[in-house]
């Protein structure tokens, strides 16, 4: 079985610029997570999805950083205008119910290095 | 807020001896998960304890929780090279999203040949 899957592994833009990472669960997992490293630190959570529908966006910065978790596709975590403050490395995790009591899945992570 | 704390912040240790991490959190849980990450790489999932569960083994690992302490411990025997890693806790279940973990920042274990 593949796990969680993401993609590119690394991403280098340049300020202004846009960064979609993108994000593939597990195989019968409807749930999705977003959560970004910076170096040194634990991780902090971004964004929580099911298909079509955002459940929690609480970690989500107001400005320029979106997320959809489309009906077919995979996830995509959306930042506009990069600033170097954007760096870091950002993983997605999926688990079959969302439950809070789920194990949470992750992938190896996209290096996000803005210049 | 930060939820999970972990402790020591780093441990370097021989091959062969226990390594014990720490962490400590704020508020109600649903369940505690510890979690491996290579440098450079992603995580992975090691052992998740429920808020009714006080002792949980797997493996080399030995994970217990004391919710009147809002603590739990990992313990690692006989520790190899390979172990070498930042380990992280992360509580599940709490304040009003269902669905997110809160980690701490983790403990940095170096295990020498």
């Known amino acids: 079985n593949a796990g969680v899957m993401q993609n590119p592994r690394h991403l280098v833009r340049r300020r202004g610029q846009e960064a979609r990472l993108r994000c593939s669960p597990m195989k019968g997992h409807s749930h999705v997570y977003w959560y970004r490293q910076l170096p040194e630190e634990g991780l902090k959570f971004m964004v929580y999805?099911?298909?079509?529908?955002?459940i929690d966006e609480s970690g989500m910065p107001k400005e320029r950083f979106s997320a959809e978790f489309p009906k077919e596709g995979p996830s995509i975590l959306r930042i506009q205008q990069v600033v170097r403050g954007d760096s870091a490395a950002y993983f997605c995790?999926?688990?079959?119910w969302g439950s809070g009591t789920d194990t949470q899945y992750f992938g190896p992570g996209t290096r996000l290095t803005v210049l | 807020s930060q939820q999970g704390e972990e402790d020591p912040q780093a441990l370097s240790i021989q091959e062969g001896e226990n390594a014990t991490m720490n962490c400590s959190y704020k508020?109600?849980?649903?369940?505690l998960q510890w979690y491996r990450q290579n440098s450079g790489r992603g995580l992975v999932h090691l052992i998740l304890i429920r808020s009714n569960e006080r002792e949980k083994h797997s493996g080399r690992l030995r994970v217990t929780l004391d919710t009147s302490k809002k603590s739990s411990s990992l313990l690692i025997t006989a520790s190899r090279a390979a172990d070498t890693a930042s380990y992280f806790c992360?509580?599940?279940?709490?304040?009003?999203?269902?669905?997110?973990?809160?980690f701490g920042k983790g403990t940095k274990l170096s295990v020498k040949p």
């Open positions: 995790a999926s688990s079959p």
């Open positions: 508020t109600s849980i649903n369940n």
């Open positions: 992360a509580t599940g279940g709490v304040g009003g999203s269902q669905g997110n973990l809160i």
């Open positions: 999805l099911q298909k079509e529908n955002i």
